[in-house]
């Protein structure tokens, strides 16, 4: 793999690791288009990448939740750290994200096999991303329907589960983490910037789980160190592109346009397994 093949996946991994289009499939296309064969190793580093890129992006928040969630445990109290509400909101939101966790990481170890074997398997993965679509088009239908949205404060357990259900399944590939998440959100009446926030903060222990999980394959790392470097700061620069862009899509306008993409995408996947990679 040479330099501009190493920023091109660079920049596919981080624009659809936010996105709504699912990065595990286009992770299994790209590479096939571009006739290259990318490694479990490489695609750790483009993971990386994106974790810093929302990382970076949320640093307030994530900063709030942790000294909210420490402090809470330390039981000191709330008036000596944050006052009133915003404190409560952030150490909810901490729980949550923990909480929401648990589904991806259960589903990650009892199923490893399973969903590892969707990897070769490009009609599932069209399939999936057709699936995508209809999460995007269903949850944007429900969502107009919804008059009083759930804040924050009122979202309960229960949303934080289901969304981490949600997120569980997105580990087959072609079911967009972020799609799946923020779907769920919408299904569920939350208010639409809080389901693209909470889906995004969800991602940073997923996309973390899995890059420590992965982390010995980089020792088996078969490019130089700059090709590796380019694409992970293309994945970064991207990925944090991709959140921007999504959060103002969501709040000003709706998620239709990747829900056609996945329809589109998903539809040319099955036709070209039946013709050309069959």
């Avoid at 809470?72 to 008036?79: C, E, F, Q, R, Y």
């Avoid at 959100?185 to 973390?208: D, M, N, T, V």
Wanted: proline share 3%; charged share 15%.
């Amino acid at each position: 793999m040479d330099i501009i093949q190493a920023l091109i996946l660079g920049i596919v991994q981080g624009l659809t690791e936010f996105l709504p289009v699912s990065s595990s499939a286009h992770l299994v296309f790209v590479p096939e288009i571009m006739g290259i064969q990318s490694s479990l190793a490489f695609d750790t580093i483009l993971h990386v990448g994106t974790l810093v890129a929302v990382v970076g992006y949320f640093w307030n928040d994530i900063l709030h939740m942790l000294k909210s969630f420490f402090f809470s445990l330390m039981d000191i109290p709330k008036g000596q750290f944050m006052k009133g509400i915003r404190e409560d909101k952030f150490k909810k939101l901490a729980w949550f994200v923990i909480i929401g966790t648990i589904p991806a990481g259960l589903a990650g170890v009892l199923l490893k096999d399973f969903f590892e074997g969707l990897f070769n398997n490009i009609p599932a993965v069209g399939l999936f991303l057709i699936i995508t679509g209809f999460l995007l088009w269903g949850s944007e239908r429900v969502s107009k329907s919804v008059t009083k949205k759930t804040s924050l404060e009122n979202m309960s357990l229960k949303s934080s589960i289901i969304i981490g259900v949600f997120q569980a399944l997105a580990i087959a590939p072609g079911i967009s983490r972020s799609g799946a998440t923020i779907s769920a959100g919408l299904f569920l009446g939350l208010e639409r910037e809080l389901a693209a926030r909470y889906s995004f903060l969800l991602s940073i222990p997923a996309i973390l789980g899995a890059a420590l999980v992965q982390a010995k394959d980089i020792t088996s790392l078969d490019m130089t160190t700059t090709v590796a470097i380019a694409g992970f700061i293309a994945a970064a620069i991207t990925g944090y592109l991709a959140i921007k862009i999504l959060l103002k899509l969501i709040k000003e306008r709706n998620l239709m346009i990747f829900a056609y993409y996945c329809w589109i995408v998903g539809t040319v996947a099955l036709i070209l397994s039946l013709v050309v990679f069959k």
